[in-house]
């Protein structure tokens, strides 16, 4: 068994992606997938992103979870599969993708650099943080909300000292947020004045850990903070473990962009001999 891949990062947020508009990846579910995105023995990365033909958009993208679970979106991870779509000549700079959370648009704005809409789920979602839970004095609950993806947004100080795995490993599994579980989003506004500034930390649902940046954590974090701010348009800059993010959110948030650079960091052959 064997097939062509890219590896590619999103401000440290990488992933697996392959070009399987003519179906050469292979159908081995949830256990192949697991065992590609582990580091040492695999390949290693936070997930795993299929390119494929799409009836809605220019193409589609299906994304994976390190732990091998197909996910809604994942927002990083569309910018990196945008700029591939580019570069493989599937896409202009303006387009249009179809992931499980439905379509989106999108925009290569530089080199290595991509916007890409991100879509809030508005359904009404009654949960907000479960009650028997006690959180640290120096961290405070803000939001629960979905930005393709669910989202637990917290607000603390001196974020580099957060029990970010601990804390986040117990709330990603705690019984009020089952059946999908919940990302947890440690955020330190560091910046009052001028620009808004974030910082966060996330522990990310599915790859189980922190990982150096999420994509629809860090728009989670900027809606959560300003959403009833006054201007027409919002420019949340965010600086995340892997590098700086950029928001922009109108203020009734039925437009959300998430902008920042991608990058290829190599091409190649997935190659898995028969065990027999």
Do not use: W
Not at 41 to 51: E, P, R, S
Not at 130 to 153: A, E
Not at 231 to 251: E, N, Y
């Amino acid at each position: 068994m064997s097939f062509p891949f890219y590896k590619m990062h999103g401000t440290g947020n990488d992933f697996i992606i392959v070009d399987n508009r003519h179906s050469i990846f292979p159908d081995e579910g949830v256990t192949f997938i697991k065992r590609i995105c582990r580091p040492h023995t695999g390949i290693g990365a936070d997930g795993l992103i299929l390119l494929e033909n799409s009836e809605k958009a220019d193409f589609k993208m299906r994304y994976f979870n390190s732990d091998g679970n197909e996910s809604e979106m994942c927002v990083n991870g569309s910018r990196c599969i945008c700029y591939l779509a580019h570069l493989l000549e599937i896409i202009d700079k303006k387009h249009s993708f179809e992931a499980g959370d439905g379509v989106h648009y999108g925009e290569i704005i530089g080199k290595e650099k991509v916007r890409v809409e991100v879509l809030l789920k508005k359904e009404n979602d009654s949960r907000t943080f479960p009650v028997d839970f006690k959180l640290p004095n120096s961290i405070s609950f803000i939001k629960f909300m979905n930005t393709g993806v669910p989202h637990l947004v917290l607000a603390c100080e001196n974020i580099d000292k957060m029990p970010v795995h601990d804390l986040g490993l117990k709330l990603r599994f705690d019984p009020y947020y089952a059946p999908q579980g919940t990302n947890v989003n440690f955020v330190e506004r560091i910046q009052s004045t001028g620009q808004t500034v974030l910082r966060i930390r996330t522990f990310e649902r599915g790859v189980d850990a922190e990982t150096l940046s999420c994509g629809s954590g860090v728009t989670a974090a900027a809606i959560s903070f300003y959403a009833n701010s006054k201007p027409d348009f919002i420019d949340v800059k965010i600086v995340t473990q892997g590098g700086q993010l950029l928001v922009t959110l109108s203020d009734d948030l039925n437009s959300i962009y998430l902008e920042g650079p991608v990058k290829i960091i190599y091409q190649g052959t997935y190659i898995e001999e028969d065990s027999q």
